[in-house]
């Protein structure tokens, strides 16, 4: 089956600093990669949806400058969170849609001190 | 009326006991319906999914899917405690445009 790889698993970082998190499909291209948050005990929360080769389309309420995305390649998207502050800490998670079904990645927990 | 509701939960049942887990839609144009478990700061792992009207049944797992009445199952036999999780449903319509419903959180009891 489809197989999405994200990494890192946990990042700790200071305030101020910059983090980046990569998206990969293993085992298929990924036209299109979805960027969801989620808060403890609360559902995912879409961020952004990338695309390959174009600019990602960000979800109402959500920074561009602050959250950058990137889909340089059919199989990487990469999720930056720039100056990164405390209130920016939470649960990553991408995704991939593969023959209409999505995969999702392990996840990526931002502790930002 | 949002587009996806499920049951909120949380729910909480004897070990063996069978777990029916429920969401509506109210948008026809979903063709393709999802379950997915996730477990506490994990990535939701796809458990069933379908594009039918129907059962599909994968071991102790059955999906049930009624697009008339748009209205969709997820039946666990034989519960575990491992089955203990949060449980999401999906529907997507063209590939691109996916909802979710919120999640209700299963606990399994020994």
């Known amino acids: 089956g489809a197989v999405v790889s994200q990494h890192p698993s946990w990042v700790i970082c200071k305030s101020g600093t910059s983090v980046k998190i990569e998206c990969r499909s293993l085992?298929?291209?990924?036209?299109?990669m979805f960027w969801y948050r989620q808060f403890p005990k609360q559902s995912l929360m879409l961020m952004a949806t990338?695309?390959?080769?174009?600019?990602?389309?960000?979800e109402q309420g959500v920074e561009k400058d602050k959250f950058l995305i990137n889909h340089a390649s059919l199989t990487l998207s990469t999720l930056t969170v720039t100056s990164a502050h405390p209130e920016d800490s939470s649960f990553y998670i991408c995704?991939?849609?593969?023959?209409?079904?999505?995969?999702f990645g392990a996840g990526s927990r931002l502790t930002v001190l | 009326q949002k587009e996806v509701e499920q049951d909120p939960g949380p729910l909480s049942v004897p070990e063996g006991a069978i777990v029916s887990l429920n969401c509506t839609y109210s948008?026809?144009?979903?063709?393709?319906f999802m379950w997915y478990r996730q477990y506490s700061r994990k990535g939701p792992e796809l458990l069933m999914y379908?594009?039918?009207?129907g059962n599909k049944e994968d071991g102790r797992f059955t999906a049930q899917v009624d697009k008339s009445s748009k209205y969709i199952s997820l039946f666990i036999r034989d519960s575990q405690p491992s089955d203990s999780a949060t449980y999401l449903c999906?529907?997507?319509?063209?590939?691109?445009?996916?909802?979710f419903g919120p999640g209700t959180r299963l606990s399994v009891l020994p």
């Open positions: 995704s991939a849609s593969a023959l209409n079904v999505l995969t």
């Open positions: 379908t594009y039918s009207s």
């Open positions: 948008n026809s144009a979903f063709q393709y």
């Open positions: 990338s695309n390959e080769g174009s600019k990602a389309t960000y």
């Open positions: 085992d298929f291209q990924a036209t299109t």
């Open positions: 999906a529907l997507g319509q063209d590939g691109q445009n996916f909802v």
